[in-house]
């Protein structure tokens, strides 16, 4: 069993930075990828990006250029670094993570509202 457990989320002004950050605990080896996804009311839920264990990344066209993500594979640990916000990147932000058995586990999400 894994636990994924955000943190980091909250209110700020459009312009503003945030930086997420999500710990995995429990029985881990290995993690594939970890990475990030955002719901905002009434759509669904996208990808944000992502990082693998050999450090590649990819991101939504939406943030690239103001978002980066990072990782501590000695503490099971991804960040989101958050700058230049905007009102559009307001919604509830998940984490998740890969394990090599492709089992998936997703965090409790955290609200993040970019006001304007």
């Known amino acids: 069993q894994v636990q994924l457990v955000e943190s980091g989320g909250g209110l700020v002004q459009a312009g503003g930075s945030l930086r997420l950050s999500c710990a995995a605990s429990?029985?881990?080896?290995?993690?594939?990828?970890m990475g990030w996804y955002r719901q905002a009311p009434g759509k669904q839920r996208e990808l944000v990006a992502i990082?693998?264990?050999?450090?590649?990344?990819d991101y939504a066209d939406s943030v690239k250029g103001r978002f980066t993500i990072s990782r501590d594979n000695a503490k099971n640990t991804v960040y989101l670094q958050m700058n230049s916000l905007k009102p559009e990147d307001t919604a509830v932000y998940y984490c998740?993570?890969?394990?090599?058995?492709?089992?998936?586990?997703w965090g409790q999400g955290t609200q993040v509202t970019v006001s304007s």
């Open positions: 998740y993570a890969n394990l090599p058995s492709a089992h998936v586990y």
């Open positions: 429990g029985t881990i080896f290995s993690i594939n990828v």
């Open positions: 990082i693998t264990s050999t450090s590649y990344t």
